[in-house]
């Protein structure tokens, strides 16, 4: 199952450094391609206001 990226995003940038697939589109709020996510968690490990969650 792919995470979700919530509307406490804050646009940071830090997520999509961290997604070894590249599932991570920018924003206003970032948006994580379901399609692509691997469910490794390695975005949720890293947002400052977590709002990165398991779908």
């Given at each position: 199952m792919?995470?979700?990226i919530g509307e406490d995003c804050t646009a940071c940038g830090t997520c999509i450094d961290e997604?070894?697939?590249e599932?991570?589109?920018s924003g206003?709020?970032?948006k994580i391609d379901a399609?692509?996510?691997t469910?490794?968690?390695s975005c949720a490990d890293v947002c400052p206001v977590e709002a990165i969650?398991?779908?």
């Open positions: 792919a995470y979700k997604c070894p697939v599932a991570i589109s206003d709020i970032y399609e692509i996510c469910d490794c968690g969650h398991p779908a």
